[in-house]
């Protein structure tokens, strides 16, 4: 996911918006077996994104495995649909992943153009990655389905 992301996705880009590939997956797999699991997946991700960055080393895992901790939670588990579940807690992971990124990036002396990148980046990354998560829980729940030991539970997910 990671080449995929990084040589693949690297030039998609809707209104500013990026999909983040590694991102959508740590959410869904945290979103399915929650966080354990979805911190395992987000630190894997996030060294092989940090391998092809040019930021300071660890800015994306540790992004990551916020992400993966805060979705892995029973956050808004009744709100409805699992997908307007889904939608929320990824539209909201998404842009707060990208606040994380960009404070690192400012506490280590890379500029950051504030306004810039919270309303031309984050937002709207954040917006079509939450548009983009059921596309991508659809297969991670099958393999959820498949892989889940019978009365398995994890993090009771």
């Known amino acids: ?4 992301q990084d040589l693949g996705l690297a030039q998609v880009s809707l209104l500013g918006g990026r999909p983040d590939l590694v991102f959508l997956v740590v959410a869904g797999w945290a ?7 979805g911190t395992v997946w987000a630190f894997i991700g996030g060294i092989l994104l940090d391998l092809f960055s040019g930021g300071p080393f660890g800015a994306i895992t540790f992004s990551l495995l916020l992400a993966a901790l805060f ?3 029973q956050w808004g588990r009744e709100l409805g649909s699992t997908f307007l579940q889904l939608f929320l807690l990824v ?10 990124l960009l ?7 890379h500029p950051v153009d504030w306004r810039y990148a919270l309303s031309h980046v ?17 297969p991670l729940s099958w393999l959820d389905r498949r ?6 539970t994890f993090d009771g997910a």
């Open 103 to 109: 404070l690192i990036l400012g506490w280590s002396a």
């Open 31 to 37: 979103f399915l077996r929650g966080s354990v699991e």
């Open 122 to 138: 984050a937002a709207p990354s954040a917006v079509l990655n939450a548009v983009l998560a059921p596309f991508v829980h659809w």
């Open 71 to 73: 979705v892995g939670q």
């Open 91 to 100: 539209l909201i992971t998404c842009f707060a992943y990208h606040l994380v």
């Open 1 to 4: 996911m990671a080449l995929v």
């Open 147 to 152: 892989t889940r030991p019978e009365g398995f």
